[in-house]
């Protein structure tokens, strides 16, 4: 069975740094680009970005809003997704998920989602 | 960036009622269109992926059209696990982007 599970949530303070794992199981880690979703308190989900599978060379995405602050890495050797948060600020507090990312000829789609680890930043 | 409008916010039906949920995108998608599902718990699950194809497992009640700009999910005869919020995604271009999602509500 696939699993994705999140962690490394918690309440920080402003400016903090603060990393996100996403341990996975059930299905060959490399062979799938990874990605983060967020979804701050009462809002819509939000793509953070992706990291390619080793055929595309484990790249990155990001979308604008995080780009340069956040990063996302992945442990091969232990399954693991990783987002590395800088310089939290009160606007990333959400719930952060993790999510597998299919490739089906056109279709690029998440198909297997954890069921997130919440952040909030406050002081 | 693609801007994915879900004008209806929040939405009421009955159980037995045919639903439709509407998406709107900033630009044409070809088609690069999902619909996943938020259950209250946060749970999320994809439903639809590329405007029409099922997701496996996925209750044949649950379909999905559209084109260009213009895309809907249908659920027919709903039932009270379909209680959630749902949510389109365009995946044409980089960023990809999810609309504003709609609750769905039992009258």
């Known amino acids: 069975e696939v699993n994705l599970v999140e962690s490394g949530g918690g309440l920080v303070q402003p400016g903090i740094s603060l990393r996100l794992s996403c341990s996975t199981s059930g299905f060959t880690f490399t062979d799938y680009y990874m990605s983060w979703v967020r979804q701050p308190p009462g809002q819509a989900l939000d793509w953070l970005g992706f990291?390619?599978?080793?055929?595309?060379?484990?790249?990155?995405e990001y979308t604008a809003s995080v780009k340069g602050r956040f990063t996302i890495s992945r442990d091969n050797s232990q399954s693991i997704l990783y987002l590395q948060m800088n310089t939290l600020r009160a606007e990333d507090s959400a719930t952060y998920y993790c999510a597998r990312v299919e490739n089906y000829g056109n279709s690029w789609y998440f198909d297997v989602w954890g069921a997130g680890t919440t952040v909030t930043v406050s002081s | 960036d693609i801007q994915m409008t879900q004008t209806t916010s929040s939405l009421s039906a009955s159980l037995g009622d045919r639903v439709t949920i509407s998406c709107s995108a900033s630009q044409d998608i070809s088609n690069y269109l999902n619909w996943y599902q938020q259950k209250p718990d946060g749970t999320v699950k994809l439903l639809v992926y590329f405007t029409s194809s099922l997701h496996s497992g996925v209750p044949s009640r649950f379909s999905g059209s559209g084109s260009g700009t213009d895309y809907s999910l249908t659920i027919s005869n709903l039932e009270p696990e379909d209680i959630a919020t749902y949510y389109c995604q365009q995946y044409s271009k980089l960023p990809w982007t999810f609309g504003g999602g709609t609750k769905l509500e039992i009258k």
């Open positions: 990291i390619r599978n080793k055929a595309n060379g484990y790249t990155t």
